[in-house]
């Protein structure tokens, strides 16, 4: 096959064994730092993507995307259900109440959050029921004042399925005898468990009608409803424009970014931080190519001095060791992606076992909002890093190269 006398020289000198094997050494060095920084900025990228991924797919499907709430109990919220399904962008609309307050269980107290649902509609706006690890909504019935708790709090409470908590209102009730807090006891018939410490840890559900009951509102009376959107990014703009369709007097709109939105951000932005300071790691491991080809130009000046005799052009010289430190950069950038989506595919794998083998957890549910490490390799992300990589080290062999290009033959070969 013909191949330019520049790439053939370029390439041979990629394979060659040289004379001196400090150059071969610094030729290999920068080969594996390009493939190491490439397989760190994979591999931690894919991880802030999983991070990413599990805010938006596990806590921001436990939360609501957004919420149309009154002052005053709604009565209707049928009718009002029906006036916002009319938005194209909400696919599914269930009723919810919630109330603050504390569940003890034989002198253990915990905070909680009970957030009372319907269970048959509950399911179209959460995901909780692909996290039971026991009993189910379906055991919500009204009346009977159950509760389904997260596991985090059931282990803090010493609570198992079947066992009594006492919920205590924020709230006191005025008698002859005095002031006495308001107090219900809930039976526990579900555990659940989405791996976010503040939803496993301080959520409550239980039965719509229950929870009116404890408000000593109608049976049918809710605080608000709760939507889904298509896209929780159109959440904010979308929500408040229905409740100003309803009427603002009457009813306001909440959002998911008003819980989360903070969170959320500081993922996406340590994201391209994080990001930018690999690229410079990459970067430094690029640039060690100028080291090598220097040093590959002044091993190689007699023989560039030879080519020049025998015709070759400045141009060809130069575009010989481009395609030397090219050809450096491209096997560096190629066992680098290789290496880092294997690593990416498997990291949340290997930190799991880690962690099982040292009986040590690294991310505490009670710190971060997931209890672990995940991954999620996105195919922009290896073609950013790859490209990076290659522009970086295609920059790095022009100063080099332009060097061997302006050898003068008579130079280079007086002392041989």
């Keep these: 096959m013909f191949r330019p006398l520049f790439v053939f020289i370029g390439t041979r000198y990629t394979r060659a064994k040289r004379r001196n094997h400090f150059v071969s050494f610094i030729s290999l060095t920068s080969m594996i730092g390009l493939a190491l920084g490439v397989v760190v900025m994979i591999v931690v990228l894919s991880v802030m993507n999983g991070f990413d991924h599990e805010m938006r797919t596990r806590v921001l499907g436990m939360v609501p995307h957004a919420t149309i709430e009154s002052s005053e109990p709604i009565s209707d919220w049928q009718g009002l259900a029906s006036k916002v399904k009319q938005n194209p962008q909400v696919t599914a609309v269930a009723p919810f109440t919630q109330m603050q307050g504390l569940l003890t269980n034989n002198g253990k107290v915990s905070k909680v959050l009970l957030n009372a649902i319907d269970p048959a509609l509950e399911r179209?706006?959460?995901?909780?029921?692909?996290?039971?690890?026991?009993?189910?909504?379906?055991?919500?019935?009204?009346g009977e004042f159950g509760i389904v708790i997260g596991d985090k709090a059931a282990a803090k409470l010493g609570a198992a399925i079947g066992d009594k908590l006492t919920f205590v209102a924020p709230e006191v009730t005025v008698t002859p005898a005095g002031m006495f807090p308001r107090m219900k006891r809930f039976t526990v018939v579900g555990i659940f468990?989405?791996?976010?410490?503040?939803?496993?840890?301080?959520?409550g559900i239980t039965n719509l009608q229950d929870l009116a009951r404890l408000h000593r509102w109608k049976p049918d009376q809710v605080q608000g409803i709760r939507l889904k959107f298509d896209d929780l990014f159109q959440?904010?703009?979308t929500a408040w424009t229905i409740a100003r369709e309803l009427g603002e007097d009457h009813y306001y709109a909440r959002d998911w970014t008003r819980t989360h939105g903070n969170l959320y951000q500081a993922i996406r932005m340590e994201k391209a931080m994080i990001g930018l300071l690999l690229l410079l790691i990459v970067a430094v491991a690029a640039f060690n190519i100028i080291s090598t080809l220097v040093m590959v130009v002044n091993d190689k000046k007699s023989d560039i001095a030879i080519l020049r005799t025998l015709g070759a052009t400045?141009?060809?010289?130069?575009?010989?060791?481009m395609v030397q430190g090219t050809v450096i950069g491209v096997v560096g950038t190629a066992i680098g992606a290789v290496v880092g989506i294997f690593a990416a595919l498997n990291v949340s794998a290997a930190i799991s076992a880690l962690e099982g083998l040292i009986g040590h957890k690294f991310l505490n549910a009670d710190v971060y909002f997931i209890d672990y490490l995940p991954s999620q390799v996105q195919s922009q992300d290896v073609v950013m890093v790859c490209s990076a990589a290659l522009i970086l080290s295609f920059l790095a062999t022009l100063y080099p190269a332009w060097r061997a290009a302006r050898t003068q033959p008579a130079e280079a070969l007086r002392y041989e």
Excluded: C, W
């Design 235 to 237: 959440a904010p703009r």
């Design 193 to 203: 468990h989405v791996g976010a410490g503040e939803i496993d840890g301080y959520l």
């Design 314 to 321: 400045p141009g060809t010289i130069m575009r010989t060791f």
């Design 124 to 142: 179209q706006v959460s995901i909780i029921d692909n996290f039971m690890q026991q009993g189910q909504l379906d055991d919500l019935k009204p």
